[in-house]
């Protein structure tokens, strides 16, 4: 396994981040394991060097944090060897979905209070590594959740904080309200990135490579479109997908499964491992989040620690889904690329 800071933290992450949607019963067709499908694969991700676990609140209501909090117990590990990423935001319970429950979601202080001591019961622990909003709230003034998590902290509930699904222009305007009131601030982001979603890179990336926060890809695998079971000329009746097509896929997946398949022949891998590759390789990614139901699924993904790509695969892969630039990123561009009246007269 590969180690690095998470971001400008002095906490050191597995390269690859154990994530537990697929943890409880109750969400969507992803959750489906209980504590005995789900120990051994907590426990062969722990026995291959992985010490980084997120879940969160909403998986299976709850669920996805006690089966997870279980498994690391069992491993009888001091609890100093688990960084234990988790999140607040989606509704908690049944209830609050149906809205019998209006408290029991959002980012308020009241909610983000009671969700972290839940999760903290769920989880068997005494404090949340990396606490992080799972989304963003237009009902709530950011200040009020800022604070809310600064509270956390201070009372030693948790020890880092992070953001997932946000828009740049909100991470930024958090970044500096915490910095002025001289709260915690973001050490990380966690939002979606694979071979066929590269929405990050127009601002979300160079973000946190400006603000040196970690970058931590969800649905490396799009989920499971690039495993190689999708073609052009295959389309499976049964898995994930079928019954919850999501994340979505741009126009180019089907060009870049054929890619993948093809560098996976040439490397001797697999698809996904070369899709989780990629990730590896591009600079400002931290630590990829896999999932798995299924052992084999599991020793496969990780085993993508150990493929080092070319730098003509990384292109070959990189051009077939390149994103186009937008305004006003190719205007930014073309500025700095002229130093003259000359150069203009090139373009």
């Known amino acids: 396994m590969e180690y690095t800071k998470l971001g400008s933290t002095g906490v050191t992450v597995s390269r690859i981040c154990l994530g537990t949607m697929t943890f409880g019963h109750n969400f969507r067709n992803i959750g489906i394991l209980g504590f005995n499908e789900a120990f051994p694969l907590v426990k062969y991700a722990h026995e291959q060097g992985i010490n980084f676990f997120d879940t969160a609140d909403v998986y299976s209501f709850g669920e996805s944090e006690e089966i997870l909090g279980k498994c690391l117990k069992e491993l009888k590990e001091p609890r100093g060897n688990f960084v234990i990423a988790t999140k607040v935001r989606g509704a908690s319970t049944q209830k609050a979905l149906e809205g019998k429950e209006p408290n029991a979601q959002g980012l308020s202080r009241k909610h983000i209070i009671e969700a972290c001591n839940n999760s903290l019961k ?58 002025a009131k001289n709260w915690p601030s973001f050490v990380s982001l966690q939002a979606y990135y694979s071979l066929v979603g ?11 490579k400006e603000e040196g926060l970690a970058f931590l890809p969800w649905s490396p695998l799009s989920g ?44 001797g891998a697999t698809p996904a491992q070369v899709a989780i590759a990629w990730l590896l390789h591009q600079e400002r990614v931290t630590s990829v989040i896999i999932g798995a139901n299924k052992m084999n699924q599991l020793v496969d993904n990780i085993k993508s620690i150990d493929i080092k790509l070319s730098k003509e695969h990384i292109e070959r892969l990189s051009n077939i889904a390149k994103p186009p630039k937008l305004y006003p990123e190719w205007m930014v561009e073309l500025q700095n690329n002229m130093r003259s009246f000359d150069d203009l007269k090139k373009v």
């Open 122 to 179: 769920r989880l068997s622990t005494d404090y949340i590594d990396l606490y992080q909003f799972h989304g963003w709230d237009y009902k709530t003034p950011i200040e009020e959740s800022l604070e809310a998590m600064d509270y956390l902290v201070r009372q030693g509930k948790v020890l880092y904080i992070g953001v997932s699904n946000w828009f740049a222009r909100h991470i930024m305007k958090a970044l500096y309200i915490s910095k």
């Open 198 to 208: 590269r929405d990050v890179e127009h601002e979300l990336l160079p973000l946190c």
């Open 224 to 267: 499971g479109f690039l495993t190689g079971k999708y073609t052009k000329d295959k389309k499976p009746t049964e898995g994930r997908r079928t019954a919850f097509d999501f994340p979505p896929v741009h126009e180019k997946g089907y060009d870049v499964v054929d890619e993948l398949i093809k560098i996976a022949n040439e490397v």
